[in-house]
């Protein structure tokens, strides 16, 4: 009988996506679908009490209903991998308990890679949901996620600080336990916005720091504190991890799309802050910290030659050994036309306290964008983690009269829900419309003088939204209303537009 009633289920599934709201209220968290291939998928939902859940899907063979027990040690989240799907093909899903019944999800397949279709997505990240004072979201309630699912793109990226462990909002407690880390992402799984954007397409899913503690590196904060980040954050996203290479894969859609997942946080060393002193920015040539010196003092300074070597310091790693000579065989190997780097920590130069990004391993950014620039043709960097829009060419030694160029772009995005790149600088000088004014003096101006940013808008929420074709890659930066993202002056951020080489 219960199998006769899982069968009519699939028979029945909706056509459209239902928003979590209109579920029943037991799935109050929705569902998720993850790790999308051309023949697999990873389904997620959190069950509203411990025991058995199903699962129904279409369109699938008639076939017994997947089951699963919901269990208290993962918080009550069930996840399966759907496998044997048929390539570029829209999937319907549901969950089920008892009678309850959760949203129904989407998601698409990947085309096989023969195929040379256009694929479109949509990415963003840097999502805070704990309340403030009034009880409500401190920032905002997550527009830009429902931005993301409004664009019906065949997928969309989560990119790391899907939580705030430690939230800037004054005196919110830090969540360190597995327990309490599965409270913030309840807490942004509380908002429509990101149920909406989880049920509404396949959801790539990837960790920064904040899912662990700001700017995270295991020899400084520990082994503990990181199991429970990877532990609340597998149980809250379907994703694929490994002890040897943690978050780091790959998916391929079609001919002309391969993304290459970089974990940045598994394998790093520890950063150089300590022995800098925290300098403002001390790989910046010494004209440039005294040009800069009436809003910080503390770069009229000279750099400590400790570390400027700590910084270039070619045993500090990034990725780990292991996981730079999978990226770098894999990528080499790409025969994709296009090759997307989704990035944790940005790649391009901007010298302000570079500690936690590239910058701050600069051996290994060097070595790293020499082989891209060598061996592969067409590639490029998304990236979040600043709280801002900085598209720029990838340079090394950019404040100098002839920057060395690797012909590869970085698109930098976000945030969804925490304070703005512009008002962390204001914050962090102690000086308003400090942000905007380093934007307009330093991120714009072409190099010596400045770093040349196509775009450089500090204080928006925004998502970058992507087309890829055989020819052409072309991001445009949007805000929480699907605008185009402008910069302070008023002036639109205009869409990067790639030609393949």
């Keep these: 009988m219960r199998r006769l009633a899982m069968l009519a289920a699939v028979a029945t599934l ?126 905002n309630r ?63 899913s990837h960790w920064d720091d904040h899912e662990f503690i700001n700017d995270f590196s295991r020899p400084e904060n520990g082994d503990a504190i990181y199991a429970a980040g990877v532990k609340a954050f597998r149980d809250y996203a379907p994703v694929t991890y490994s002890s040897a290479l943690g978050l780091y894969r790959t998916f391929r859609w079609g001919k002309h799309l391969e993304l290459f997942f970089l974990d940045e946080r598994s394998f790093r060393s520890a950063k150089a802050t300590q022995v800098c002193g925290g300098d403002l920015a001390p790989t910046a040539p010494q004209a440039v910290r005294d040009g800069f010196a009436t809003l910080a003092p503390s770069l009229k300074a000279p750099v400590s030659a400790a570390c400027l070597a700590a910084i270039d310091d070619p045993t500090r790693t990034m990725l780990g050994a292991r996981q730079y000579a999978a990226f770098t065989k894999a ?37 790293l964008l ?69 934007g307009a003096l330093f991120f714009k101006p072409p190099p010596p003088s400045g770093m040349g940013m196509r775009c450089a808008a500090l204080d928006t929420y925004s998502y970058a939204q992507v087309t890829v074709t055989a020819r052409r890659l072309t991001v445009g930066m949007k805000d929480a209303k699907g605008r185009p993202v402008r910069e302070a002056t008023g002036v639109e951020c205009a869409p990067l537009v790639l030609t393949a080489r």
């Design 370 to 438: 020499g082989f891209l620039r060598a061996n592969v043709r067409n590639v490029v960097f998304v990236t979040t983690d600043t709280h801002g829009n900085l598209v720029n060419e990838i340079r090394s030694k950019t404040l100098s009269a002839a920057p060395e160029r690797y012909g590869i772009w970085e698109v930098v995005t976000g945030p969804v829900a925490t304070n703005t790149f512009a008002k962390e600088i204001d914050g962090f000088l102690g000086t308003p419309g400090a942000g905007t004014a380093i």
């Design 14 to 139: 909706a056509v459209a996506v239902v928003s979590a709201d209109a579920a029943t209220p037991g799935f109050r968290y929705g569902v998720a679908a993850g790790e999308i291939t051309s023949t697999s998928a990873l389904l997620w939902t959190r069950a509203p009490a411990a025991g058995r859940v199903c699962l129904a899907y279409r369109p699938s063979p008639i076939a017994p209903p997947i089951c699963m027990v919901a269990r208290p040690g993962n918080d009550l989240v069930v996840q399966t991998r759907l496998t044997g799907l048929r390539p570029d093909t829209r999937y319907r899903y549901q969950f089920s308990q008892g009678r309850g019944s959760s949203g129904v999800g989407e998601f698409e397949t990947t085309p096989a890679v023969v195929a040379g279709a256009t694929v479109r997505f949509a990415i963003s990240g840097d999502a805070d949901a704990t309340p403030g004072v009034n009880g409500k979201p401190g920032f």
């Design 331 to 367: 990528i080499k190997a790409s025969t994709a036309t296009w090759k997307v780097v989704v990035n944790e920590v940005p790649i391009q130069q901007y010298y302000a306290l570079p500690y936690d990004r590239w910058e701050g391993y600069a051996a290994e950014r060097d070595k």
């Design 142 to 204: 997550f527009e830009v996620y429902a931005r993301m699912a409004a664009e019906r793109n065949d997928f969309n990226i989560n990119l790391g600080d899907t939580i705030y462990s430690d939230s800037e909002i004054g005196g919110a407690p830090v969540a360190r336990t597995v327990q309490e880390k599965w409270g913030k992402y309840k807490l942004g799984l509380a908002l429509p916005a990101l149920r909406t954007l989880r049920a509404s397409a396949g959801l790539y």
